[in-house]
């Protein structure tokens, strides 16, 4: 009998449902533990602050965690174990192991997106290397959706719908106050896929409805057809609403977050942070929303020919914990990856991310597979450009296919003229 102690953590940012996906691990570790006729999972215990805090011995049992509080963590925000955005090194693999074995632990459960996948891959090959058996399997988690071979991420739907919320009704807010301000930019987070702003899309009911661009990473951003379709925009509708991945760069590669109101870089030094990745909004003192603010502000004319003002609105780390906003799917789903998790290790198999495949649409419905952890791991997955309508600016109709099951349906505001 292959028999040992589980232990879970959480890395990176968190979502409105990865403590569900915590519970999912946890509850699967004790429920189903002890009723494998080949396995077998003694105790429960949790890095405290990720694979950072475990190596310096933050380690809690859950043994000793009142079972309801378990339970309540399906329904609340934040990373309940604590996170972190360690990126592992060679010197810190010994360091792994002799822990893994100071508690017996012989199953490694790990929440996160693709650094996280990256992770747990590595610790399991030195593992295995030094002859030390440990069945590591990942349970996907990031609000961006930029993990490859999921239909989607448990934390997206309810972040898209955090960010479709909030366009619809900055969208009414801009509408009815368009003879003070004529145009306003949301900034989603989002580095390398333009999932989230993609989600706005599902606030638009009608043609005059926010949003009327799209701006996301996948494209490069082109400053002379952005302005001219904001101009046509303000034209026809009075104000123009536009939504921005803070990862948009321009064909150059330049974050435009560093570009100035007529669209030329601004030199600068560019902070990085452990895994190598440019710094983006407010870790890095700027963001595309303001510099989109600028060079509509300076560009855009109203009917007189004067200057138009504006807002911007940029979330940074909310959608990841507007728990008001989680979606009953997203929670479920977060807890049953958990649970899978559990069973996969259970049957024996090891370096592998619990998957989503989509089944069906309406109903919806999904199935749950697995993937390689070295296929998913680090590199992000982008929007297929067929989700994606270049030329103005927007999405396409197959992408608000693929958007409108995971956010599910949105209030219908009245307008009285």
Partial sequence: MFKGNAIVGQSGGPTSVINA??????QGCFQLGSQSADSQIDKVFGMQYGVEGFMQDKVLDFGTIDPNVIEGLKHTPGSALGSCRHKVQEADFPIILEQLKKYNIRYYFLAGGNDTMDTICRVEKYCKSQGYELRGLGVPKTVDNDLFATD???GFASAARYVALSVKQAGVLARDMKKVDQYVVFQTIGRDAGWLPAAAAC????????????????IPFDYDKFIAKAQETLDKYGFVSV???EGIRDANGVVVSSLDADGKEIKQDKTVDKFGNQELGAMAGASVAVALHKMLGKRLKRDNGAACRGEFQVTESLPMCGADRATQTDIQEAWNCGREAVKLALEGKSGVMVTMNRVSNDPYKVEYQTAPLDAVAVEAKPMPLEFIDQENLYVTDKCLEYLRPLIGELPNYVKLF
């Fill in 21 to 26: 996906s915590l519970c999912g691990v946890v």
């Fill in 152 to 154: 989607h991420t448990p």
């Fill in 243 to 245: 939504v921005c991945g």
């Fill in 203 to 218: 606030a638009k009911k009608d043609p005059e409805d926010a949003p009327h661009i799209i701006l996301t990473p996948e």
